[in-house]
């Protein structure tokens, strides 16, 4: 059973600080995905990881992947109020079986001025 | 249409009611997917849909659960009976294929009294 850990569940930051969310899954993966959910809203697409030493970067959040230590990172840069929302990694399965995301719990972040 | 929509957006039903919802997806997205969000459970991958044929039904919670799919477009998701603790966000999901990028919809809100 693949299974996606994520830390921290919380975080409560000041403007223009640096922090960084991780993310640990249980058994191999074709992919890995970081989608955004502000409050009441839907999941929005941020990135997506396909290899071994991934990165990718839009503005102030930077994803990255380690395959090998089935670990992906979220950094969040000079962080800013705007980013305040609920972060959730998901991996897919490599296996065979449903098609569907794993996802970690979220990290509920809030970016106080 | 420009996004994957869902009806109705909320829903209040009594216990031991059926209820139906809908998802429309992307134009062009050949695979469907569904998904439970509750504060509980987080979110839960409950089936997917690569044109109109499920080819693993495991997720769903119960045998009250059921999906369908026509014309490689519109899905149901029917809840017969429904109980108290289906009480949640069913997200829609869809993508141009097998494990290519899920986008999601803005969900229905199911309350059961």
């Known amino acids: 059973e693949l299974k996606v850990e994520q830390n921290p569940l919380f975080l409560s930051m000041q403007e223009g600080k640096n922090y960084t969310i991780y993310c640990n899954y249980s058994?191999?993966?074709?992919?890995l995905y970081w989608y955004r959910q502000d409050p009441g809203k839907s999941l929005e697409s941020l990135f997506v990881?396909?290899?071994?030493?991934a990165v990718k970067q839009e503005g102030r959040l930077m994803a990255s992947l380690d395959t090998k230590a089935r670990l992906s990172t979220l950094h969040i840069t000079a962080a800013v109020h705007d980013l305040s929302a609920t972060y959730f990694c998901a991996v897919e399965y490599s296996g065979g079986g449903a098609d569907g995301l794993t996802f970690g719990k979220g990290t509920h972040l809030i970016i106080q001025p | 249409g420009a996004g994957v929509s869902q009806s109705p957006s909320n829903k209040v039903t009594e216990k031991g009611k059926d209820v139906e919802l809908r998802c429309d997806p992307i134009?062009?997205?050949?695979?469907l997917y569904w998904y439970r969000q509750s504060l509980g459970q987080g979110l839960e991958f409950l089936i997917y849909?690569?044109?109109?044929?499920?080819?693993?039904k495991s997720g769903l919670p119960s045998d009250r659960f059921s999906a369908e799919r026509t014309g490689g477009s519109v899905s149901t998701l029917t809840i017969q009976r429904t109980q108290q603790e289906d009480s949640a966000v069913y997200l829609c999901a869809s993508s141009l294929g097998p494990k290519r990028t899920q986008y999601f919809g803005p969900g229905t809100r199911l309350l059961v009294l």
């Open positions: 849909f690569q044109g109109n044929s499920a080819p693993d």
């Open positions: 134009s062009g997205h050949t695979a």
């Open positions: 990881l396909l290899s071994n030493g």
């Open positions: 058994t191999t993966s074709d992919r």
